[in-house]
């Protein structure tokens, strides 16, 4: 037997079920990533539910409780975040839809973590406020994400180990150009700053297109070295041709 509970949750992606629903993977509060089934979201009466139902949104929902092995149907649903900028503001949309599917990629878990929970909500919200825009955002994202997934880089930074190891996560004092989890002395150098400021101090820190390219690429090769099946993310394209 079904039972009815209530959650809320960001909005992972939506998939077309049939004439009038939707699936929604939405990683949720209480549950963790959990997949719903939506119906008469795609009728002509339905424009109101279609754009709650939008990736990067976060809802409260009602949902039925069904057996492991069924999709879990919503009841009722509404917005819980009301975004200002994130859907009308290209710069910010195109930084928080690398993030989600930055998001989707890693977060496997159909537990509950509400750090990691309150860590998504905290940053979304924090990106829709246009005063708080940076051409670093995304990066900083990556490097805060990567200590709740569990190999947050060590902040060991020196002139004694100047090079980031992407395999150890750490900052070492060795280089061989040959090897590929090695990462040179500028761009280590990029990295150790970025991780010694904070959300509200990027403006002070100037990085050419060049360089923040740069470090995007071996930051997401950072994250294919710890998460197994981590995909090349699709969205980095139009990222790159609005920053």
Known sequence: MSRIFSTEGIIFKTIKYSETSVIADIYTQEKGLKTFIVSGVRSTKSNSKAAILRPCNFIHVIAYE???????????LNLSVFYRNININVLISSISTFMLEVCRNAIKEKEANSEMYEFLKGWFIYIDDESHYSNLLHL?????????LGFGPLKNHSDDAPYFDM????????HDEATIHLINENTSLSIAQLLAVDRSSLKDLHLSRAERN????HLLQYY???ISGFKDINSLMILRSVL
Not at 67 to 74: G, H, N, T, W
Not at 140 to 148: D, I, N, Q, T, V
């Open 66 to 76: 069904q057996d492991a092995e069924k999709l879990s149907r919503i009841k009722e």
């Open 140 to 148: 900083k994202f990556l490097l805060e994400f990567s200590y709740l």
């Open 167 to 174: 395999m150890e996560g750490s900052f070492c004092n060795y």
């Open 214 to 217: 740069d470090i995007t690429d």
């Open 224 to 226: 294919k070295w710890h």
